[in-house]
């Protein structure tokens, strides 16, 4: 039999097509994210990190995102609309450790394969994924309704899952 494209490429090798495919739509990517080198009372909200200072994740997700579907309702429009807006491309690789450790992409990287529930394993279907809680689904508030002073109240635990 023979094997899927993740199997045999590396990502650097991926066309774009097959890129684009990888991704889950899990919508991770699109929770605030802050970073501190030792507690939450440092943090301070960023676009750039450094890999030994610690990601924190919030359950405060943009308000382009589809949260029933985990969709960006924006997408070719995203990086215009949104700056801070997350685009992982070959160029920016290095800075994959921003990324959720369930992100396909970083999964890849790191070596560890594809999850059962990624939707390329499930005919293209997000269900097994949500079904496992490896979305954003059910989890969120949208940006708009908090306020972002008080982001730590926010912080999550759950974004840092990963199964498989
Ligand atoms: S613009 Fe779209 S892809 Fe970017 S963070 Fe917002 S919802 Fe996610
Ligand atoms: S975290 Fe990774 S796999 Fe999930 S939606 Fe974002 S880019 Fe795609």
Known sequence: ?????????TLEEMTEQEWEALCDGCGKCCLHKFIDDDSVENAVTTDTIKPEEKVHYTNIVCDLLNTKTCSCTQYMERTRLVPDCVKLTKENLKD???????????????????PSWHPLLNAGRKSAMHKKGM??????????????EHFEDYIALWPLEDLD
Request: hydrophobic residues 35%.
């Open 1 to 9: 039999m023979t094997k899927p494209f993740w199997e045999t490429k």
């Open 96 to 114: 994959i450790f921003f990324m959720p450790t369930s992100c396909s992409y970083r999964r890849l990287y790191e070596g560890r394969g594809l």
């Open 135 to 148: 979305s954003v689904r059910g989890k969120t508030v949208f940006e708009h309704q908090v306020d972002m």
